[in-house]
């Protein structure tokens, strides 16, 4: 009998199990994710301990932890020269500062959200580890944003600090007094702040030293900040599931001020001027300088007579020169030597003085191997011209010359406000404008058109064909051969090209009302990507753009102090700031055949509330939370 009921008993258990297996939705799942953040249950040093002296801090938490991102995240102030180190053993944090301690001073180790448990990922929150040397803690904090001056984007990881000393040499020469780094939504809180009076910055810290350096980013603000707290309250909402309200509680805290500090960042250009290098090419020879110029360098020749030997091509800025060789001979000599006197600026004083270099310009390949490849391509050129005999083609019976190309920006369809531009590979010494011929079609037939071609003052190769051009026409160009001659002899071959001007009604307009624009406002008009589509000064207090292709357009706004119709950033030694820049907040949805007028307070928003949030490229990466997952889980199981 006893048998019996052993042999029923393991039949029942094997069929549970085969069940089990069967149904492995029904079985157990682990239970819920772990949503406790670890909790400390020591700390050496003591929290807030005074009186310290002890560069070796222990922090001991109930369940085994790690520190993410100590680069980014972890922040010690006062900033630390030497770099301490970070231990990590089971449930222990070890932090050895390096530097010697200073006398009568609160410091703090911010972590952030670095610390989490090695289960579920869960973040202690930001804790602020913090004791003081003195007899007394300093607990006044300073809180705010950093913002790129150029786009209003916020600025992640840069350090934020703060100068007792209130000379503008001490950001250059001395250490931040307190630090802190931004999150990536470009905001700070710097803590352990002493009363008194102090100066702010921000720097993105290349070289480690905490002190400005030519080259890193920077913000800087001439305000006085002057810490100060006062009792506060604020009210917290307590959720009982997604859409009904649980508690709202009244909390009491301290409220730290300022906690609003805009500081808008830029990196500087670099005005140290010196050679970069030259580069020559049979026809030309290219100098480089490392940062831009008013006055033109002064070229003479050592080997060769310079008088009107140039053509001469220059950048904006004068830190890019190209010289146009006029002489055959010239361009055909391999060594070219030349004294080059320029203005330079001295490294470490800034100040400028002239300075002559002698420099050797050589082409890569020499006029004999040039003359070698010549004679290759004519050789070919003559068995291909036996062949074409031979199959009785003699319609090519002279070497080809080499045209003169021009590139030619118009396309099949344009717009009513759109020109004709051209590019030319090299100066031109002459331009027949009566070799061009502009045509607009009226019915049938094709009438002549005025038109005026116009050199660009900034660019030498570059030319514009201006007209008024009538929406929903045809127009034909037509160049004669031999219109444009270059430096170099080459004239151009016939060219013709035939093209509609679009008409209106296939385009929108966006018209802005600007009242309180600075004076010197340009409007840029920004795609989706940011990119600059069309710009125009603010006039009388508005700005308007026609033919605008139907799409969704940004606006954004800058004061074009210097008028060269360009953002341009500060300079720290010169107490400059970079120019003010605004943006509109929301999009513009163009349509064809519509009109849209706006008028825009450009100062009605906060700088850090202003830039569309379909814009900002820096975006904090949004952790899933044990709480999320448990609740997926949920809803798994529900389901």
Same mark, same amino acid.
């Given at each position: 009998?006893?048998?019996l009921i052993s042999k029923i008993l393991t039949f029942l258990t094997v069929a549970l199990l085969i069940v089990a297996c069967a149904?492995?939705?029904?079985?157990?799942?682990?239970?819920?994710?772990?949503?406790?953040?670890?909790?400390?249950?020591?700390?050496?040093?003591?929290?807030?301990?005074?009186?310290?002296?002890?560069?070796?801090?222990?922090?001991?938490?109930?369940?085994?932890?790690?520190?993410?991102?100590?680069?980014?995240?972890?922040?010690?102030?006062?900033?630390?020269?030497?770099?301490?180190?970070?231990?990590?053993?089971?449930?222990?944090?070890?932090?050895?500062?390096?530097?010697?301690?200073?006398?009568?001073?609160?410091?703090?180790?911010?972590?952030?959200?670095?610390?989490?448990?090695?289960?579920?990922?869960?973040?202690?929150?930001?804790?602020?580890?913090?004791?003081?040397?003195?007899?007394?803690?300093?607990?006044?904090?300073?809180?705010?944003?950093?913002?790129?001056?150029?786009?209003?984007?916020?600025?992640?990881?840069?350090?934020?600090?703060?100068?007792?000393?209130?000379?503008?040499?001490?950001?250059?020469?001395?250490?931040?007094?307190?630090?802190?780094?931004?999150?990536?939504?470009?905001?700070?809180?710097?803590?352990?702040?002493?009363?008194?009076?102090?100066?702010?910055?921000?720097?993105?810290?290349?070289?480690? +030293?905490?002190?400005?350096?030519?080259?890193?980013?920077?913000?800087?603000?001439?305000?006085?900040?002057?810490?100060?707290?006062?009792?506060?309250?604020?009210?917290?909402?307590?959720?009982?599931?997604?859409?009904?309200?649980?508690?709202?509680?009244?909390?009491?805290?301290?409220?730290?001020?300022? +906690?609003?500090?805009?500081? =808008?960042?830029?990196?500087?250009?670099?005005?140290?001027?010196?050679?970069?290098?030259?580069?020559?090419?049979?026809?030309?020879?290219?100098?480089?300088?490392?940062?831009?110029?008013?006055?033109?360098?002064?070229?003479?020749?050592?080997?060769?007579?310079?008088?009107?030997?140039?053509?001469?091509?220059?950048?904006?800025?004068?830190?890019?020169?190209?010289?146009? =060789?006029?002489?055959?001979?010239?361009?055909?000599?391999?060594?070219?030597?030349?004294?080059?006197?320029?203005?330079?600026?001295?490294?470490?004083?800034?100040?400028?003085?002239?300075?002559?270099?002698?420099?050797?310009?050589?082409?890569?390949?020499?006029?004999?191997?040039?003359?070698?490849?010549?004679?290759?391509?004519?050789?070919?050129?003559?068995?291909?011209?036996?062949?074409?005999?031979?199959?009785?083609?003699?319609?090519?019976?002279?070497?080809?010359?080499?045209?003169?190309?021009?590139?030619?920006?118009?396309?099949?369809?344009?717009?009513?406000?759109?020109?004709?531009?051209?590019?030319?590979?090299?100066?031109?010494?002459?331009?027949?404008?009566?070799?061009?011929?502009?045509?607009?079609?009226?019915?049938?037939?094709?009438?002549?058109?005025?038109?005026?071609?116009?050199?660009?003052? =900034?660019?030498?190769?570059?030319?514009?064909?201006?007209?008024?051009?009538?929406?929903?026409?045809?127009?034909?160009?037509?160049?004669?051969?031999?219109?444009?001659?270059?430096?170099?002899?080459?004239?151009?071959?016939?060219?013709?090209?035939?093209?509609?001007?679009?008409?209106?009604?296939?385009?929108?307009?966006?018209?802005?009302?600007?009242?309180?624009?600075?004076?010197?406002?340009?409007?840029?008009?920004?795609?989706?990507?940011?990119?600059?589509?069309?710009?125009?000064?603010?006039?009388?207090?508005?700005?308007?753009?026609?033919?605008?292709?139907?799409?969704?357009?940004?606006?954004?706004?800058?004061?074009?102090?210097?008028?060269?119709?360009?953002?341009?950033?500060?300079?720290?030694?010169?107490?400059?700031?970079?120019?003010?820049?605004?943006?509109?907040?929301?999009?513009?949805?163009?349509?064809?055949?519509?009109?849209?007028?706006?008028?825009?307070?450009?100062?009605?928003?906060?700088?850090?509330?202003?830039?569309?949030?379909?814009?900002?490229?820096?975006?904090?990466?949004?952790?899933?939370?044990?709480?999320?997952?448990?609740?997926?889980?949920?809803?798994?199981?529900?389901?």
């Open positions: 009998m006893l048998k149904n492995p939705g029904s079985g157990p799942d682990g239970g819920p994710f772990d949503e406790t953040p670890p909790r400390i249950v020591h700390m050496s040093p003591a929290l807030g301990g005074t009186n310290e002296h002890t560069k070796k801090i222990s922090i001991v938490f109930d369940e085994l932890i790690k520190v993410e991102n100590v680069q980014e995240k972890v922040i010690i102030s006062p900033p630390q020269v030497q770099t301490p180190e970070f231990k990590v053993a089971g449930k222990r944090i070890t932090v050895q500062l390096a530097d010697s301690l200073k006398e009568n001073t609160t410091y703090t180790v911010d972590f952030s959200d670095a610390i989490v448990d090695t289960n579920e990922g869960n973040a202690l929150g930001n804790f602020t580890y913090y004791f003081s040397t003195g007899a007394q803690l300093d607990t006044m904090q300073v809180a705010g944003s950093v913002l790129s001056a150029e786009n209003l984007e916020p600025v992640k990881g840069i350090l934020v600090g703060l100068h007792s000393n209130l000379a503008d040499s001490a950001f250059t020469t001395l250490p931040f007094d307190r630090v802190a780094r931004t999150d990536g939504n470009g905001h700070f809180s710097i803590k352990g702040v002493a009363p008194g009076k102090y100066r702010i910055y921000a720097l993105k810290d290349m070289d480690g +030293d905490f002190k400005y350096a030519r080259g890193e980013m920077l913000a800087f603000s001439r305000e006085d900040i002057v810490p100060s707290a006062f009792p506060d309250v604020r009210r917290d909402t307590l959720w009982a599931d997604t859409v009904r309200i649980d508690t709202i509680k009244t909390v009491r805290f301290t409220h730290y001020m300022p +906690d609003d500090v805009l500081l =808008l960042a830029f990196s500087e250009k670099n005005n140290t001027r010196q050679y970069l290098k030259s580069k020559r090419e049979p026809e030309k020879f290219s100098i480089y300088f490392t940062a831009p110029s008013k006055h033109i360098p002064e070229v003479r020749g050592l080997n060769f007579d310079a008088t009107n030997a140039f053509i001469v091509e220059r950048s904006a800025g004068n830190d890019t020169l190209t010289y146009w =060789l006029r002489d055959t001979a010239l361009v055909n000599q391999d060594t070219l030597a030349i004294a080059c006197t320029y203005e330079a600026t001295n490294d470490s004083t800034l100040q400028s003085y002239m300075q002559t270099d002698t420099l050797e310009l050589v082409p890569q390949f020499s006029y004999a191997k040039r003359q070698k490849f010549a004679a290759e391509d004519l050789a070919k050129w003559r068995k291909g011209l036996e062949k074409r005999h031979k199959n009785g083609d003699f319609s090519q019976e002279t070497p080809p010359v080499k045209p003169l190309a021009m590139k030619c920006s118009a396309r099949m369809d344009m717009k009513p406000d759109q020109n004709v531009h051209f590019t030319l590979p090299e100066p031109a010494v002459r331009i027949d404008t009566t070799a061009f011929h502009l045509y607009l079609k009226v019915d049938s037939t094709y009438q002549q058109a005025r038109f005026k071609l116009m050199g660009d003052s =900034l660019h030498l190769l570059n030319y514009t064909l201006k007209a008024e051009w009538r929406p929903g026409q045809e127009y034909v160009l037509n160049i004669d051969s031999a219109a444009v001659q270059g430096i170099s002899g080459k004239v151009n071959k016939t060219f013709d090209l035939k093209f509609r001007i679009n008409t209106a009604e296939a385009y929108g307009s966006l018209f802005l009302v600007v009242p309180d624009a600075p004076p010197m406002a340009v409007v840029q008009l920004l795609n989706t990507s940011e990119k600059l589509v069309k710009q125009a000064k603010v006039e009388n207090g508005r700005v308007d753009f026609f033919y605008l292709t139907p799409n969704d357009y940004y606006v954004r706004l800058f004061v074009d102090r210097n008028e060269n119709g360009k953002w341009d950033e500060g300079c720290y030694a010169d107490d400059r700031q970079a120019e003010e820049v605004y943006y509109y907040p929301q999009k513009f949805s163009v349509r064809a055949n519509w009109d849209i007028e706006q008028t825009w307070q450009v100062k009605a928003l906060p700088l850090n509330e202003q830039k569309p949030r379909e814009l900002i490229k820096q975006k904090e990466q949004e952790k899933k939370t044990p709480k999320s997952r448990n609740a997926e889980r949920l809803r798994n199981k529900q389901g």
